[in-house]
């Protein structure tokens, strides 16, 4: 079982940084008002970018330093290595 950490860009422009074991069916939750309380007043959401991981741990790891970024520092993530080729 893989696991993912992602970055979601919200309908007001802010940034939702999360982890999932089933990326595609964590995006489907968000924007149908299931996801994260943060996201679901800010709906639509879509992926800009993400990472893939072996392991949970490896996953919340990467939410955790990812979500300690600022704002310049995560958009030049998601410009730098944005994996979005996901079929949202």
């Known amino acids: 079982m893989g696991a993912y950490t992602y970055i979601l860009e919200c309908a007001d422009g802010t940034l939702y940084t999360g982890w999932t074991?089933?990326?595609?069916?964590?995006?489907?939750?968000?924007?149908?008002g299931h996801g994260a309380k943060y996201t679901r007043g800010r709906l639509p959401v879509h992926l800009v970018y993400f990472e893939s991981f072996a392991t949970?741990?490896?996953?919340?790891?990467?939410?955790?330093?990812?979500k300690k970024l600022s704002r310049p520092r995560k958009e030049a993530l998601i410009d730098k290595g944005s994996q979005t080729s996901y079929n949202e």
């Open 21 to 32: 074991n089933d990326l595609e069916k964590r995006l489907k939750a968000h924007n149908e």
């Open 56 to 66: 949970k741990q490896e996953a919340l790891k990467r939410e955790a330093a990812i």
